[in-house]
């Protein structure tokens, strides 16, 4: 099977079609595996009585805040999640995101470079310019996960 990307401008939102010369049966498992692949990568956000589709590669963090567990994205938009931080530990897809403390997931992918603190701790500094810091409890954990 032959794979193209067409990348233009024009494109808010990807999408995948599939063109064949007839609908199989093959095809029809390879959208429907497709579908349950990107439905797995969204999750919904809430922001002033809104709701937001959020696609997880561009979200940089989950974090407790005031007792809500927030999502913050690239664009440093800010939404409120309904699920708690420990089901999304279960729930998320364990090469993109990695738990740094009871309260707090990152994106993998969004992290600049970590460094040590004057006092010791490990600080994870994003790509989009926030800092926050691995739980002592962690520590292994998040060593053993990127090595």
Not at 25 to 38: F, H
Request: net charge positive; hydrophobic share 40%.
């Amino acid at each position: 099977m032959k794979v193209k990307f067409n990348i233009a401008k024009q494109f808010i939102e990807p999408f995948i079609q599939i063109n064949a010369a007839q609908k199989s049966t093959e095809l029809q498992q390879l959208a429907e595996s497709i579908q349950k692949l990107t439905q797995e990568w969204l999750i919904t956000g809430y922001q002033n009585r809104q709701q937001f589709v959020l696609f997880l590669p561009q979200i940089v963090r989950f974090h407790t805040e005031n007792g809500a567990v927030i999502c913050e994205t690239d664009n440093q938009h800010h939404y409120r999640i309904k699920e708690r931080i420990y089901f999304l530990h279960n729930q998320l897809p364990k090469e993109m995101f990695l738990q740094i403390s009871s309260a707090e997931i990152v994106n993998i992918n969004k992290i600049d470079y970590f460094s040590l603190s004057k006092a010791g701790r490990y600080q994870i500094n994003l790509t989009n310019g926030t800092l926050t810091y691995v739980s002592r409890r962690f520590v292994k954990t998040i060593k053993e996960d990127l090595s």
